[in-house]
Structures are given as structure tokens and as C-alpha cells.
């Protein structure tokens, strides 16, 4: 089978050679790497450190005077106090990972899944089409692409008198063939003005709801990938994830009088796309140090895997979306099903062995979870500082 794959992947390059003209090398690349470089990398890189940690520390419940969200318990026939259904916030729920979570959430009977998506009619047929159970969600509007929405959101979120236990910032976009830069509402190159400007307002702005919560465990859990990751073979496949020295970010990423790239150089949609990842799991770490101890919240950030079927690659030329999943399932082996990984990131929300902070999590080929290593510059403290303060100043809290 990966002998068949392989042919397919060398098929595909053979008629990238002669790919549509004006389309640069870069667009035309499907997999990044010749076969042959990536067969010979070093696969190696890919057995991570499996040592997973069943911490079975769970958040003590806090009691507080003063009841901040009324019907948190209730007490059950026999008198026994039974906690109330989770309260979620996930964005982009409307398709791939955030449905198929929303989806293994709701199912429990446990959680109302508040679905934050910039499309609501495609957010409803996409809830009822996935079976979730009426009353265990709402779809809210939300357009991470501009921060007026995402301000919007959080005041129609407030009033809505939802507690909020769980945020999970998982929406993405993704540009790789694109060669001149798009823009938010707010003049901020595209994929890091919404997967992680939009998402750090957001979060920011909400951070107070969850420290409201008497919820048992709460939780801000921002999506991160391997692919922005630089120690691992998928984080290697160029262009790489770098935010160098952040002077493009500092500059407001408005490509007019600075990049639209956040380390200052060409525009560049794949590379854009694991930057933004980088931040992400930069922010989730950030949070980690500044409020973990004081408010108790966890913060995590995950790899769910390769979900290679999602509509994350609806921009990528149509061969690539035909070999890609082929290529992650038979050759990589590194595919998940959007079920699958729904469950997974239904795991980080709500499984009481998931509480650590600061965590990012990873599963392995038994799909059971562990703490995983983040890239040098994924995981430095002094770039994440950084970026945390050049961010608060782009959405307006500086
Ligand atoms: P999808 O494209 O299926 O889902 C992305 C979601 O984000 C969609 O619901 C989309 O809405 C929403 N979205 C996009 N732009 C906005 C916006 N401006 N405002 C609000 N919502 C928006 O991709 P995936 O499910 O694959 O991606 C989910 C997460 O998983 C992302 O963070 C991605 O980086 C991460 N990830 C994915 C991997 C994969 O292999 N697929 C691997 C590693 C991480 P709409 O439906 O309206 O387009
Ligand atoms: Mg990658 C060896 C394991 C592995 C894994 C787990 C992924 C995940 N990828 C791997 C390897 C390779 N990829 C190799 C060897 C190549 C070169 C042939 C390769 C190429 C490649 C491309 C061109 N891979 C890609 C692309 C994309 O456009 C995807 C991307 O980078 O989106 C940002 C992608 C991905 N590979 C992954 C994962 C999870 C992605 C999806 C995106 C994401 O990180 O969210």
C-alpha cells in the first residue's frame, strides 16, 4: 500500500512539473519535500517521549458567597447534589475538528456547546446533520476576523446568562496557494489576524467568564499542530514556522508599511498558517504563567492529529486534497478521522486526567494521550512574552 502511495505522491509531482503556469514553485509543491527527501528523513523524530502522566489533580471546587451562576448544582431526587451540565464556547464548530467535538460533547448529555461561527445558517444544518441533540446547543454568531464581532460575540455571549466553564480556540484558516496576502476587518494579514489575533481577544476578553465559573475544572484550551513545531520530520517540511524577531507582528502585519509576515520577510500563506500555530501555543503557555496559580483555570493546547479530510485544505489545488489523506494515512501514518479527533478534543475538554497546565497534548498510535514536547521556539518564554504584549496592542487592550 505505501508502495502505491509512494507512486501516487511521485504521480503528483511529475504533474506538478508542469503545473499551472504563474503558479510559483511554492504553490505547486504539494507535499514541500521531494518523496525521496522525505522517505530518507529521519523518522525517528517521530517517536516522542510517551510518558503519559495520569495526574488526577482536579481543580478544588471553589465555594464561593456569593452565588455568580444560579443553578450550578441541583439537588437530584434522592438529595444528592449532581453537577450541572459543562458550558463550552468552540469556534469555527461549523465543520472538521470543532463539529466532530462539539458533537462528542453534546452526545454525553453533559455539556451545551455554545457554537461560536462566523457562518450560523452552515453552523445549524451542520448540527443537526452531525445528530447533536437541540437542546444541547447554541450556534452564536462569531467572525474571528474582526475584532468588533469578537467583542460582539462576548457581549451577546453575556447576555445569553450562560456560565462559561470551557473555551476552546479552535477555528483556523489556511492560505497555501495564496501570493499576494488578504486582510481582517481590522487590516491584519488573514491567517494570524484570525487564528491567533482574533482568538487572543477573545480569550483575553473572556478569561473573566471563565474565572466566574464555579465549574469544578475550567479550562482554555487553545488548537496548536506539529506542523509549527520545528522538532518534529512535519514541522520541518518548509517553509518552517519562524517568527524571528516579531518586527513584522510589531508593525501590525498590514502589509503598507510593514510585512504581512510576523518575522518581517515575503509573504508567504503555508508559512503564515504555522506561524500563527506558533502563537497560538506561545499564548496557551503565556496564559499558563500569568493566571494558572492565581485563578486555578487550566491552559492547554494539543496536536489532534492529522485530519487530513477537513475543510482546513479547501484552499489547497484539488490534487493535493485527493493524495494528501492517502499520503497521512498510509504513509505517514499519522491520519485521524474527524471523529477521532473530535474524541480527542473532547478528552482535553472535559476528562478529569487531562487537568494539567501548560500542557500540550498529543496521542499516540493507541490514541492514548501524553505530554509532548513543544519546538524550541514554540516553547520560549521570552517570545511568548513578547508576542502576548505586541498582541494586546494590535486587538486594542494596551
Ligand atoms: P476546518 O476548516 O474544517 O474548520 C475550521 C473552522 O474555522 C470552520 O468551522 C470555519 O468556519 C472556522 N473559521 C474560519 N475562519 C473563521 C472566522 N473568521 N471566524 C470564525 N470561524 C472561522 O478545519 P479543521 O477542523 O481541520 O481545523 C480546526 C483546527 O484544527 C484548526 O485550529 C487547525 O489549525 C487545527 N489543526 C488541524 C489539523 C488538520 O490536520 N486538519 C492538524 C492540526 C491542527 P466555516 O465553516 O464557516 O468555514
Ligand atoms: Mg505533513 C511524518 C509525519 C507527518 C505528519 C504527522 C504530518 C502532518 N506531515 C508529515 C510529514 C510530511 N508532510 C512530509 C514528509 C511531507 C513532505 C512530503 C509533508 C508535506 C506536507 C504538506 C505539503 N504536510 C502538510 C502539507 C500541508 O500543506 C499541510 C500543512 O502544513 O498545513 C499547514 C500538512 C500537514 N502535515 C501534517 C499535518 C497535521 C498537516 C496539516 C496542517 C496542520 O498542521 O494543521
Known amino acids: 500500500m505505501a508502495v502505491q502511495a509512494a507512486s501516487l505522491v511521485s504521480a503528483y509531482f511529475s504533474f506538478a512539473k508542469e503545473g499551472k503556469p504563474g503558479m510559483s514553485l511554492r504553490n505547486t509543491t504539494m507535499f514541500g519535500l521531494s518523496l525521496e527527501d522525505a522517505l530518507k528523513a529521519d523518522f525517528s523524530s517521530l517517536s516522542f517521549s510517551c510518558k503519559r502522566e495520569f495526574q488526577q489533580k482536579v481543580c478544588p471546587l471553589r465555594v464561593q458567597s456569593v452565588a455568580t451562576t444560579p443553578g450550578v448544582t441541583k439537588a437530584s431526587p434522592e438529595g444528592k447534589k449532581t453537577l450541572r451540565k459543562g458550558s463550552v464556547i468552540i469556534t469555527g464548530a461549523s465543520s472538521g475538528l470543532g463539529l466532530a467535538t462539539a ?46 464581532s469578537v467583542r460582539q460575540f462576548v457581549d451577546n455571549f453575556r447576555q445569553s446568562g450562560r456560565p462559561l466553564d470551557v473555551l476552546v480556540c479552535n477555528a483556523a484558516v489556511y492560505f497555501p496557494t495564496a501570493s499576494e496576502p488578504t486582510y481582517t476587518a481590522d487590516g491584519f494579514e488573514l491567517s494570524v489576524g484570525t487564528n491567533h489575533l482574533g482568538h487572543f481577544l477573545l480569550s483575553r476578553l473572556l478569561l473573566e467568564d471563565l474565572n466566574k465559573s464555579d465549574y469544578p475544572s475550567r479550562r482554555l484550551i487553545i488548537v496548536g499542530s506539529i506542523t509549527g513545531n520545528t522538532n518534529t520530520l512535519a514541522g520541518n517540511v518548509p517553509p518552517k514556522a519562524n517568527l524571528g524577531d516579531l518586527r513584522g507582528l510589531a508593525g501590525g502585519l ?47 493546547s494539543l496536536y489532534p492529529g492529522c485530519i487530513a479530510t477537513t475543510g482546513l485544505f479547501r484552499e489547497h489545488i484539488p490534487l493535493f486534497r485527493l493524495l494528501f489523506p492517502p499520503f497521512q494515512k498510509f504513509i ?25 497546565s501548560g500542557v500540550y497534548w498529543s496521542w499516540n498510535k493507541a490514541s492514548a494521550s501524553f505530554e509532548n514536547q513543544l519546538s524550541q521556539e514554540a516553547s520560549d518564554a521570552d517570545k511568548a512574552r513578547k508576542v502576548w504584549e505586541i498582541s494586546e496592542k494590535l486587538v486594542g487592550l494596551a
Open 332 to 356: 505517514t501514518k499519522g491520519f485521524v478521522s474527524e471523529d477521532e479527533s473530535g474524541k480527542r478534543l473532547a478528552q482535553v475538554v472535559s476528562d478529569p486526567s487531562l487537568t494539567k
Open 103 to 148: 458533537k462528542a460533547l453534546a452526545e454525553t448529555g453533559k455539556w451545551h456547546v455554545i457554537m461560536a461561527c462566523r457562518d450560523f445558517l452552515k453552523a445549524e444544518r451542520a448540527a443537526k446533520a452531525a445528530g447533536i441533540p437541540k437542546e444541547n446547543y447554541t450556534v452564536m454568531h462569531l467572525d474571528l476576523a474582526s475584532l468588533d
Open 254 to 300: 498590514n502589509g503598507l508599511n510593514t510585512s504581512a509576515m510576523i518575522d518581517g520577510g515575503s509573504f508567504d500563506g503555508a508559512k503564515a498558517y504555522k506561524d500563527s500555530k506558533v502563537c497560538n501555543m506561545l499564548t496557551m503557555q503565556e496564559f499558563h504563567r500569568r493566571y494558572h496559580e492565581e485563578t486555578g483555570i487550566t491552559f492547554a
